[in-house]
Nanobody, 122 residues
Framework: QVQLVESGGGSVQTGGSLILSCVVS????????MAWFRRRTGNERDGVAA???????TYDVSVKDRFTISKDNTNNILYLQMVDLRPEDSAMYFC?????????????????WGQGTQVTVA
């Protein structure tokens, strides 16, 4: 069974930086698609970035050039480096694992989720 545990959230000022981490266990980590989602209002989770088994990354246009997704295959950790944070980036951030990055922006494509970590930008 796949387990994902996020950390690294917090409160920062506009223009600040944070690095989110997601420790993955219980599955061959390097054979699946990993992604970060965020939930700003309501229950909808919006795709932020995804990385495939070959290390290919893709981003939502709202975070491109500010956020970087990466993974440490040795230690099974997914990262999201965030710079130039804006108030609109405030959200609960979730990491997710799925079998394909084909429709990475769709939360329904991912079967495994972490509990989330809160990011607040003032």
């Amino acid at each position: 069974q796949v387990q994902l545990v996020e950390s690294g959230g917090g409160s920062v000022q506009t223009g600040g930086s944070l690095i989110l981490s997601c420790v993955v266990s219980g599955h061959p980590y390097d054979s699946i698609c990993m992604a970060w989602f965020r939930r700003r209002t309501g229950n909808e989770r919006d795709g932020v970035a995804a990385i495939d088994s070959h290390g290919g990354a893709t981003y939502d246009v709202s975070v491109k050039d500010r956020f970087t997704i990466s993974k440490d295959n040795t230690n099974n950790i997914l990262y999201l480096q965030m710079v130039d944070l804006r108030p609109e980036d405030s959200a609960m951030y979730f990491c997710a694992a799925g079998q394909t990055c084909g429709n990475w922006w769709k939360a329904s494509e991912f079967g495994y989720w972490g509990q989330g970590t809160q990011v607040t930008v003032a």
